[in-house]
């Protein structure tokens, strides 16, 4: 795979002058950049939310199969909202300054049948260093079903893609606990990305083998065992497979509705490096050509999703907890301005959403190339 490089002079001092004035508003407030009381009142709020519907299934209140099913779709937002507000801040290292404690507060991805390891070689590694690059950020790397980069090739079912692709996002988290764990260890071996992160192939495989084994274990044989013999509700096992399924899909369009709005966008830019592997721009401002912004005034929704309606300010400050972004969103936005440099935003979520939908549709059509490209 081709080396990229982003230029390490800032001839502009753009990046200089954005962490001064960021690091200078934590200074002046006196606050840490690390997460709060609200982010550890957000964090029972959303383990409750994922483990209270689970207790509750297996508990034998409930006998009919609709009302598990439902608790089970609702039992999804709480594995979405765990994705979003937890283990994202922890494996990126902003939850607490304690790595001890962002490293435990992280293996939560493994207990809700996600790889820790994994996702922050797919997300810290190959997103944020190489965002829409295309061959090295593998979140626009979709299967061939989809395309989500103009330089990628172009099929002819691509032409269907904006109405299709909404089936496919619900897929997301599912893939995790059946196959794609497995198959991004060993393509992150071969890359030679794991040694990385000080360990062993043969370490990680283990305790892959080992949280998936404890995951399908509480996840479908206990309330399966529960349900059947402890509780006598008669429950077939691809009911309780059908529930998991449906919590994964749950889960899946809204972790598909926050991230691809944030780079899948038509005002965003797919830069490519030179033969030599150089890119252009720093990486900074790489990162503000690539990512956008959606819905910046609505709380509960920035409250939901982490923050990461502020993709901004979360790729340009990984190491920052999303508490703090919304306070930090203006600094941002008036340095870009002053750098005349671009500040990509959508006024809605709908907004953001229908203008993903749009773009999808143009990545199909092959008369829209030199418009994308």
Partial sequence: MQTVQFPTKDESN??????????????????????NGKMISKTVFMLLLYFVPYGLIISGLFTSSWALLVISLIMGTGLAGIGLSIMHDANHGSYSKSRK?????GYILNVVGGNSLNWRIQHNVLHHSFTNIEGHDEDIDPAGILR?????????IHKFQHFYAWIFYGLMSFTWIVNKDFTQLYRFKKKGLIEGFQTTFAKEFTI????????????????YLLLNQYHGIETAWWQVALGIFGMHYVAGI????????????????YPLPTENGEMKEIWAIHQLRTTCNFAKGNLPLSWYVGGLNFQIEHHLFPD?????????????????????????QKKTFTGAIISHFIFLKKLGNPKSEHKIA
């Avoid at 002058?17 to 407030?29: A, I, P, Q």
């Avoid at 404690?101 to 507060?105: E, T």
């Avoid at 809204?254 to 830019?269: R, S, W, Y």
């Fill in 14 to 35: 753009f990046y200089q002058t954005l962490r001064s004035r960021v690091d200078g508003y934590f200074k002046e407030n006196n606050i840490s950049k690390f997460g």
């Fill in 208 to 223: 892959l083998i080992i949280t998936k084994i404890l995951y399908w274990g509480y996840m479908f044989v206990t309330p």
């Fill in 320 to 344: 920052v907890c999303h508490v703090h972004y919304r306070k930090i969103s203006n600094i941002v936005k008036k340095t870009a301005k002053e750098f005349n440099l671009p500040y990509y």
């Fill in 254 to 269: 809204i972790l598909a509705l926050v991230f691809q709005p944030a780079h899948v966008m038509e005002d965003c830019t």
């Fill in 101 to 105: 404690s962002n490293k435990f507060i």
């Fill in 148 to 156: 989500f980069s103009p330089h990628a090739k172009l099929r002819k």
